[in-house]
């Protein structure tokens, strides 16, 4: 967890992909509610509520590569 002292005025956090992701799989598993995600690492609802959005607007995208597969697997075996 970082702190409010841990963070110089003025730097802007990044965080990595597998970070949003572990936040919002908690959000959505409701392991966590909002209010103790954004306590937790110190971000706004509204920052959490767009990574919740992106996640659920790109997470049928995962599954792109197995209709990818199978139509060039029908190709093959025409």
Known sequence: MVREEEVPVGIRRRFTPE????????LIGGMKS????????QLTPQ?????KGEFLDKAP???????REDTAW???TE
């Open 19 to 26: 970070v949003n992701a572990h936040v919002v799989l908690a």
């Open 34 to 41: 909002l209010a103790e995600a954004c306590r937790e690492y």
């Open 47 to 51: 920052r959490l509520a767009r990574w």
């Open 61 to 67: 995208r995962v599954f792109l590569g197995d209709e």
């Open 74 to 76: 029908a190709r093959i």
